[in-house]
């Protein structure tokens, strides 16, 4: 029987990590702040940024949100973005995406100072990861390497096949696997005969946005599957494909009128030798993640 990688447990046990490592801190006289900028009303956004002020808190750090409207321009957000830049009480600053569409998000993210730069999206942290030397690397990513190594599964010399080539997920997971003497191949869109890759995969990471994309046929028995997957789904249809006959997640369907299916099949997860779920896998270590950039930003700023 495939075993279950608990990630709300994992992002449990760093969160915690983190808070000693705060108190440790506050005895210098240090508190790491994270300023989160949050424009508009976007529904999913909202919920987001909630949960990270409220783990802030939880955990001892500073926390300020900051909320423009949706109409704000991109001039007015860089001036907000530089003045973060300065402010001493501030260590890591995330703006949650999306962006309204007039706002230049690209130009935005580049903006903020790569030591204060918690997402890891800025080209020079993404350099610094390519080069071997992370600073501060994209929190989800960071998150699939810390479920690996917590759960005590190898990963030098396994083959880790990443599907998805994304700037957030995609890319730095496969670097970061690399540097973890993983062999590593990345697929895309274009890639042919796809399932003839994922079935060599010790390790196959799942960062494309497609529900249940991975079927078992594309998966070699035993492997460790690691599914980045986020799809809500919202018919009937839909659910049958993935959950049939599973009454916990049809209750919750009834109640809710939607669930969280990942990028992987659950037929797909009976072969594998371990897997992360959804939710409740990768999703719980991306704040856990975010929480620590924050403070390995606060010391890093501060030569520690
Ligand atoms: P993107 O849309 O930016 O990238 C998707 C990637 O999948 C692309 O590289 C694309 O290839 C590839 N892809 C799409 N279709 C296929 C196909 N048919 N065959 C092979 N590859 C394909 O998505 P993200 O990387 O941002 O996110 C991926 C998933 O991870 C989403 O479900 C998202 O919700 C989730 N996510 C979860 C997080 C978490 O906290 N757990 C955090 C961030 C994302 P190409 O480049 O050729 O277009």
Partial sequence: MARVLDGAAIAAAIKGEVAEEVKALAKQGIRPGLAAVLVGHVPASEIYVASKVKTCGE????????T????????????????????EDVDGILI???????????????????DKDVDGFH????????????????CTPAGVIEILKRSGLPIIGQHAVVVGRSDIVGKPVSMLLLHENATV???????????????????????????????????????????????RITTREEFDQFFAGDS?????????????????????????????PVPGGVGP?????????????AKLRRGL
């Fill in 59 to 66: 955990l001892g750090l500073c926390s300020d949100l900051i």
């Fill in 68 to 87: 423009p409207p949706d109409t704000v321009t991109t001039e007015e957000m860089l001036d907000l973005v530089l003045a973060l830049n300065n402010r």
């Fill in 96 to 114: 949650q995406l999306p962006l309204p569409k007039h706002v230049e998000a690209k130009f935005l993210l580049d903006s903020v100072s790569p």
């Fill in 123 to 138: 080209p020079v942290n993404a350099g610094k990861l390519q080069a071997g030397r992370p600073a501060l690397a994209p």
């Fill in 185 to 231: 191949t990345i697929c895309h869109s274009k890639t042919r005969d796809l399932g003839a890759i994922t079935r060599q995969a010790d390790i196959l990471v799942a960062a494309i946005g497609r529900p249940g994309f991975i079927k078992p046929e594309m998966v070699k028995p035993g492997a460790t599957i690691i599914d980045v997957g986020i799809n």
């Fill in 248 to 276: 916990k997640r049809e209750a919750a369907f009834a109640k809710r009128g939607s669930t969280i299916v990942g990028d992987v099949h659950p037929k797909a997860f009976e072969l594998a030798g371990a897997y992360t």
């Fill in 285 to 297: 270590l991306t704040i856990a993640m975010l929480m620590a950039n924050t403070v390995r930003a």
